[in-house]
């Protein structure tokens, strides 16, 4: 290779790895006290561990508020298993995510600027099922039965129509189309069916019937038949009545067997009012979030923002299997049971790609909830028991002692090379710095979070940069002794100590790959950074070196000898 083709080669690797080391400025969209503001934030490189800079600690348990956890131990294994999942593909390097005892996950991220969204990704659900929308009406047969179960146990509420003394409700009709996002919107065809002249078609119930206690009763009249089956609208100002009256006890054993009640996780205006649907959908989902296998947030001029998803192959062929059986019914997306976006008609039998409609929420709530998606729904709920800062884990004391060590080891290393091998030292000086550069500049690129165990692996790889350059400069010095040219001594001395090199070289990086493939948290850190110093090492200690020799033979002519 020619001299100028080596020298613009570094000159390239150190413009990258400057480029890539170098800190930039990014606006961020963040949430602050409710309201979405933009911050300009300063994104380093590297960032460091928590033993050198601290982070934000949690320790979660199983709620079990909501539902009893017959095993406790498989689940919180499980859980454990989804939580590293989520840590990892929230982008922070070496986190700490183990089991403490019986009962409790630990986990602690470093470097974690948004402790609430962290908290959030964490604690998320995000329990996917498709579900098709009942087109029985086994609401509609069964209102009777609720609205009975409803006044004899006296549980109407005050001011909700229906109830004792309580007004007439306005019953106008809606009158325009709902602005409600559909789901899979490029894959199956939003249902164009006019919901103004179905839930004008069902109108209102008749009030005074309903004073009179022989019309709808105190449920049916504060719900609408909505266009499609299984669609129900309620008015914003009787969604508490009608959610307390459904999670009452007795009308949930009274609903129609093999049917659920979901609500959907968007409003929709009609006629300047506020309606919020809910649908009845059969129990059994036809597929659950399981097979996922990869799923992206995006954004559509139209949609707006959303969420595709792939399945992997056994979910692709049971979501086809499934879909063909139901083709013109209507598949609601439900996300912990929350149905999102209105239930989109199915037009064809669907394979293994498919997206969720996010109903107006912004672009890091598409990340977080394709984050979890990608990761897995947790087992059983978790909540938070304890959650606060933490410092630097070493202590303060110990990272500035550390740094002045690391400093004046360099130092030493620098003038010995300098005082023993003069010239040829100072190329090795060098072909350190190169080496530095490159090393941390790959790092930076894997994301790689400094610590202490990635710091002594940077170290290690130090010295065996600099023992490829001893086995170079002594082999050289005895070509010399040989009475060679310096051309031809330079020559051997490469070539005669490259075996020993790469035999060094192969068999630490063996090692480094086995510490990552089987190790985990401190110790991948310190084989990551091992394995980068040691490539960082072949290519400073036998190009760059080299390089500097032959600019210095260029320079003289290969008349004088080498200061070896």
Same mark, same amino acid.
């Given at each position: 290779?020619?001299?100028?083709?080596?020298?613009?080669?570094?000159?390239?690797?150190?413009?990258?790895?400057?480029?890539?080391?170098?800190p930039?400025?990014?606006?961020e969209r963040v949430?602050?006290?409710?309201v979405?503001?933009? /911050?300009?934030?300063? &994104?380093?490189p590297?960032k460091r561990?928590?033993?050198?800079?601290?982070?934000?600690?949690?320790?979660?348990?199983? /709620?079990?508020? #909501?539902?009893?956890?017959?095993?406790?131990a498989?689940?919180?294994t499980?859980a454990?298993?989804v939580?590293?999942?989520?840590?990892?593909?929230?982008?922070?390097?070496?986190p700490?995510? !183990?089991?403490?005892?019986?009962?409790?996950?630990?986990?602690?991220?470093?470097?974690?600027?948004?402790?609430?969204?962290?908290?959030?990704?964490?604690?998320k659900?995000?329990f *996917?099922e498709?579900?098709?929308?009942?087109?029985?009406? @086994?609401?509609?047969?069964?209102l009777?039965?609720?609205?009975?179960i409803?006044?004899?146990?006296?549980?109407? =509420?005050?001011?909700?129509?229906?109830?004792?003394?309580?007004?007439a409700?306005?019953?106008?009709?809606?009158? !325009?189309?709902?602005?409600?996002?559909?789901?899979?919107g490029?894959?199956?065809?939003?249902?164009?069916?006019?919901?103004?002249r179905?839930?004008?078609?069902?109108?209102?119930r008749?009030?005074a019937?309903?004073?009179?206690?022989?019309?709808?009763?105190?449920?049916?009249?504060?719900?609408?038949?909505?266009?499609?089956?299984?669609?129900?609208?309620?008015?914003a100002?009787?969604?508490?009545?009608?959610?307390?009256?459904?999670s009452?006890?007795?009308? !949930?054993?009274?609903?129609?067997?093999?049917?659920?009640?979901?609500?959907s996780?968007?409003?929709?205006?009609?006629?300047?009012?506020?309606?919020?649907?809910?649908?009845?959908?059969?129990?059994?989902?036809i597929?659950?979030g399981?097979?996922?296998q990869?799923a992206?947030p995006?954004?559509?001029?139209?949609e707006?923002t959303?969420?595709t998803?792939?399945?992997n192959n056994?979910?692709? &062929?049971?979501?086809?299997?499934?879909?063909s059986?139901?083709?013109?019914d209507?598949?609601?997306?439900?996300?912990?049971? &929350?149905?999102?976006? &209105?239930?989109?008609?199915?037009?064809?039998?669907?394979?293994?790609r498919?997206?969720?409609?996010?109903?107006?929420?912004?672009?890091?709530?598409?990340?977080? *909830?394709?984050?979890?998606?990608?990761a897995?729904?947790?087992?059983v709920?978790?909540k938070?028991?304890?959650?606060?800062?933490?410092g630097?884990?070493?202590?303060?004391?110990?990272?500035?002692?550390?740094?002045?060590?690391?400093?004046?080891g360099?130092?030493?290393?620098?003038?010995i090379?300098?005082v023993?091998? #003069?010239?040829?030292?100072?190329?090795?000086?060098g072909?350190l710095?190169?080496?530095?550069l490159i090393?941390?500049?790959?790092?930076?690129?894997f994301?790689?979070?400094?610590t202490l165990p990635?710091?002594?692996?940077?170290v290690?790889?130090?010295?065996?940069a600099?023992d490829?350059?001893?086995?170079?400069?002594?082999? =050289?010095?005895?070509?010399m002794?040989?009475?060679?040219?310096?051309?031809?001594?330079?020559?051997?001395?490469f !070539?005669?100590?490259?075996?020993?090199?790469?035999?060094?070289h192969?068999?630490t @990086?063996?090692?480094?790959?086995?510490?990552?493939?089987?190790?985990?948290?401190?110790?991948q850190?310190? @084989?990551?950074?091992?394995?980068?110093?040691?490539?960082?090492?072949?290519?400073?200690a036998?190009?760059?070196?080299?390089?500097f020799?032959?600019i210095?033979?260029?320079?003289?002519?290969? =008349?004088?000898?080498?200061?070896?």
């Amino acid at each position: 290779m020619k001299l100028k083709h080596r020298i613009a080669i570094i000159l390239a690797l150190i413009a990258g790895s400057l480029w890539t080391l170098y800190p930039r400025t990014v606006v961020e969209r963040v949430k602050r006290d409710g309201v979405f503001v933009y /911050d300009t934030v300063q &994104r380093v490189p590297l960032k460091r561990g928590l033993d050198l800079v601290g982070g934000i600690h949690m320790a979660l348990e199983i /709620d079990e508020s #909501k539902a009893p956890v017959t095993d406790k131990a498989a689940a919180l294994t499980n859980a454990l298993t989804v939580l590293r999942n989520r840590v990892d593909e929230f982008g922070v390097a070496e986190p700490v995510v !183990q089991r403490v005892g019986d009962d409790r996950i630990i986990v602690e991220l470093p470097g974690i600027d948004d402790p609430v969204r962290a908290q959030d990704i964490v604690q998320k659900s995000a329990f *996917l099922e498709f579900q098709i929308t009942d087109k029985s009406q @086994a609401l509609d047969k069964a209102l009777p039965r609720l609205d009975g179960i409803i006044r004899s146990r006296g549980l109407t =509420t005050p001011g909700a129509p229906g109830a004792p003394g309580a007004p007439a409700r306005a019953a106008a009709a809606p009158a !325009q189309m709902p602005r409600t996002p559909a789901g899979l919107g490029s894959l199956l065809q939003r249902d164009t069916t006019d919901t103004a002249r179905a839930a004008g078609d069902t109108g209102t119930r008749d009030t005074a019937a309903v004073a009179a206690g022989t019309g709808p009763g105190p449920l049916s009249s504060l719900i609408q038949q909505g266009s499609m089956p299984g669609e129900y609208l309620v008015a914003a100002e009787n969604v508490g009545p009608v959610e307390h009256y459904l999670s009452l006890p007795e009308i !949930q054993a009274a609903l129609p067997p093999g049917k659920v009640v979901r609500w959907s996780s968007d409003s929709m205006v009609i006629a300047n009012s506020t309606y919020r649907p809910f649908y009845v959908l059969d129990a059994r989902p036809i597929i659950t979030g399981q097979y996922i296998q990869d799923a992206q947030p995006n954004q559509d001029p139209l949609e707006g923002t959303l969420v595709t998803f792939e399945l992997n192959n056994e979910g692709g &062929r049971q979501f086809r299997r499934e879909t063909s059986r139901h083709i013109q019914d209507y598949m609601a997306i439900v996300l912990d049971q &929350r149905v999102m976006g &209105r239930p989109p008609v199915i037009q064809g039998a669907i394979g293994t790609r498919g997206q969720i409609t996010m109903g107006g929420q912004d672009l890091a709530a598409a990340q977080d *909830l394709a984050l979890v998606l990608r990761a897995g729904a947790l087992p059983v709920p978790l909540k938070i028991v304890e959650s606060g800062a933490i410092g630097a884990s070493l202590g303060q004391d110990a990272v500035q002692q550390g740094i002045r060590a690391g400093i004046l080891g360099l130092a030493l290393v620098i003038l010995i090379m300098v005082v023993y091998y #003069k010239l040829s030292g100072v190329f090795a000086v060098g072909g350190l710095a190169v080496y530095t550069l490159i090393t941390l500049a790959v790092l930076a690129s894997f994301g790689a979070v400094l610590t202490l165990p990635g710091i002594a692996g940077f170290v290690l790889s130090i010295g065996m940069a600099l023992d490829a350059n001893f086995l170079i400069f002594e082999r =050289t010095r005895e070509e010399m002794d040989a009475g060679k040219t310096p051309r031809a001594a330079i020559d051997e001395g490469f !070539q005669h100590a490259w075996s020993a090199i790469i035999d060094t070289h192969v068999t630490t @990086a063996l090692t480094a790959a086995i510490l990552y493939q089987f190790g985990t948290g401190p110790v991948q850190g310190f @084989a990551v950074a091992l394995l980068a110093g040691i490539g960082a090492s072949l290519v400073s200690a036998i190009f760059v070196v080299r390089t500097f020799f032959l600019i210095w033979l260029h320079r003289t002519g290969g =008349t004088k000898p080498v200061s070896i």
